[in-house]
């Protein structure tokens, strides 16, 4: 299949290019490379000795997007990765996250309705459930308002995409709810690349330990979990990648117009104490760390039920958290 990877050359876009030219596919990027690096599409195909057509564009510029379908007549499907992605600063810049997050998606339904294009996987995330009432989560659990406009974005492009859906306009779509992805690909050659201060916890233990960071700080040892801090469900990111390919692969064989979400995590909830250990432990080095207060936002424990999308899919992650923390190590090491 032809596809289009909005975001390809971010975290999870360029390691679901590196899986769909695995999987026999052929992707093509949109990046503006606002959040990501020109050399990522040349480690590509360092992996894979396969490059990827690239359009440097904006995808919330109707004309751009329009252009790109215009050249690509036979696309199947897009995997639609693009938007901002930092909680906290989303609290102090809601416009930007509002409107690159939500208009992006309007303009790619509009030229996707427009070129007859159906498929789309859309990146959703374990957000959208909010502070669970319990764990695992399901697909039926409830979804909860958002405590940040990040976390609103991801709400409202689920709604957007199902009210297109019950409209009964040609679109079949599935939302993946994304549980944490961390790792980075087994060849060490593309990973996270955070802007500036990581916010997020594995590229802050691993600067912590290349001696970029002085020190990690623990966001509260205090919750009612059984070391103190917060669990999370921590998904290898070629898991992830891989994830949807059999998502592309199901839609492809339903009828339009189609919608469903899928979370996409391990099962398994590991806490961030945990990590930290399995870290230090398979890669035979420390991480300097004290414990600090609570982060505002921060749910104690969230982790996925995985039956759906393994019985409805196949798909089922491989990796183990020990896989995540060695590759994250040994991507950082190449920076
Ligand atoms: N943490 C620390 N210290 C740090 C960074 C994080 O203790 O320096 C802790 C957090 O308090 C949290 C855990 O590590 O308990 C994970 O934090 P992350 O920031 O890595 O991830 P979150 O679970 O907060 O957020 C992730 C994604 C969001 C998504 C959210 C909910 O980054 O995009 O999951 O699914 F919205």
Redesign the pocket.
């Known amino acids: 299949m032809k596809i289009l990877v909005n975001g390809g050359a971010g975290f999870i876009g360029s390691h679901t290019t590196v899986e769909l030219f695995n999987a026999g596919h052929t992707p093509i990027i949109i990046d503006d490379f606002s959040n990501s690096q020109k050399w990522i599409i040349d480690r590509i195909e360092q992996i894979t000795n396969k490059r990827p057509k690239v359009y440097e564009g904006n995808c919330t510029d109707i004309n751009f997007m329009d252009d790109v379908f215009e050249k690509e007549k036979d696309l199947e499907g897009v995997i639609h990765f693009t938007a901002f992605?930092?909680?906290g600063e989303s609290i102090e810049k809601p416009i930007p996250y509002y409107k690159n997050n939500i208009n992006s998606l309007l303009v790619l339904i509009e030229v996707m309705q427009k070129y007859g294009v159906e498929n789309i996987v859309f990146s959703s995330?374990?957000?959208?459930?909010g502070d669970p009432d319990t764990n695992p989560l399901t697909e039926k659990s409830p979804r909860k308002q958002a405590t940040n406009p990040?976390?609103n974005t991801?709400l409202i492009a689920e709604d957007i995409l199902k009210d297109t859906v019950i409209s009964r306009a040609k679109i079949k779509t599935i939302p993946l709810?994304?549980?944490?992805?961390?790792g980075a690909h087994e060849s060490h050659l593309i990973g996270e690349l955070p802007n500036g201060v990581?916010?997020?916890?594995?590229p802050?233990?691993t600067q912590t330990a290349a001696g970029i960071r002085k020190e990690?700080?623990?966001?509260?040892n205090d919750y009612d979990t059984p070391d103190g801090?917060?669990?999370?469900d921590f998904i290898h990111v070629v898991d992830l990648a891989k994830a949807h390919i059999a998502t592309l692969e199901y839609l492809q064989n339903q009828t339009s117009p189609f919608f469903d979400v899928f979370n996409v995590g391990t099962g398994k909830g590991t806490s961030?104490m945990e990590?930290i250990n399995t870290f230090e432990k398979v890669n035979n080095t420390k991480v300097k760390y004290k414990i600090?207060p609570?982060?505002p936002?921060?749910?104690k424990a969230?982790w996925a039920d995985t039956k759906k999308v393994q019985n409805v899919m196949g798909w089922k992650a491989q990796k183990t958290i020990s896989d995540a923390m060695k590759d994250a190590w040994e991507w950082q090491k190449t920076l």
């Open positions: 992605k930092a909680v995330s374990a957000t959208v459930y990040y976390g991801k709810r994304y549980f944490n992805p961390i990581p916010s997020n916890l594995v802050y233990i990690l700080t623990i966001f509260g801090t917060c669990i999370r961030v990590l600090g609570r982060r936002g921060d749910v969230c």
